[in-house]
């Protein structure tokens, strides 16, 4: 890559680097399900992925989100969900998302979300059920404006399930959409035949975005 790999912490190694996640994604590149496009990014089997890189800066220090994303992206397909179905960090044009399982009108079912660390999970449960759907309308990705870019997520999808995800954590829920968000803790990701009913039979599709208008209301 041309430049120099930053110090790894004995905190990164601690609790950003688990064994289990970094086991999965190890399995994804030997099943094909992922693979290196250069010295830092990589691929899934969504071929309208936007580019993800592995590491960030000069000197490079590792994304460690990614980490935890790849492993989680190689678990759904691992519970049998189809892989046209499962989209992997998408463009910016549908939304940004870290992973979203969709069906064959790109509505999303599930949407999954990223974090280095469990404790940036906690940020989100809090946060996200305060934004109502007029106060995401318009939101730009800055740092501190994670939960009200994930609000705009859901009030855009209408995801009924979300899936938060970081090193060693998944935490799954159903949300609820009434005048906020409610997110009610669920214990069992729910099985492919529960979400594609007669199976999936088109190509990967586009995710589906709800009217600015719809969202707001």
Not at 177 to 184: D, E, F, P, S
Not at 189 to 215: C, H, I, K, S, Y
């Amino acid at each position: 890559m041309g430049r120099e790999l930053g110090e790894i912490s004995d905190r990164d190694r601690a609790v950003r680097l688990v064994e289990a996640d970094a086991k999965s994604v190890e399995q994804g590149f030997g099943q094909g399900l992922l693979s290196m496009e250069s010295a830092s990014r990589v691929r899934s089997l969504d071929p309208m992925q936007a580019t993800t890189w592995l590491v960030e800066g000069d000197p490079a220090q590792p994304r460690w989100q990614s980490l935890a994303q790849l492993a989680a992206y190689v678990e759904l397909l691992a519970a049998g969900y189809p892989e046209a179905a499962v989209r992997f960090a998408t463009p910016d044009g549908e939304l940004g998302l870290d992973l979203a399982v969709v069906n064959d009108e790109g509505q999303v079912l599930l949407l999954g979300v990223a974090r280095a660390e469990s404790l940036e999970l906690a940020r989100l449960e809090a946060l996200v059920p305060t934004f109502d759907g007029e106060s995401v309308r318009s939101v730009h990705i800055v740092p501190g404006r994670e939960p009200q870019l994930l609000a705009r997520q859901l009030w855009a999808t209408r995801a009924p399930y979300l899936w938060l995800v970081a090193a060693g954590a998944r935490r799954l829920y159903r949300v609820k959409y009434g005048r906020t968000i409610k997110l009610l803790p669920a214990r069992v990701m729910p099985m492919p035949e529960d979400l594609w009913p007669v199976g999936f039979n088109g190509p990967t599709p586009r995710v589906a975005v709800v009217a600015p208008e719809a969202v707001a209301g």
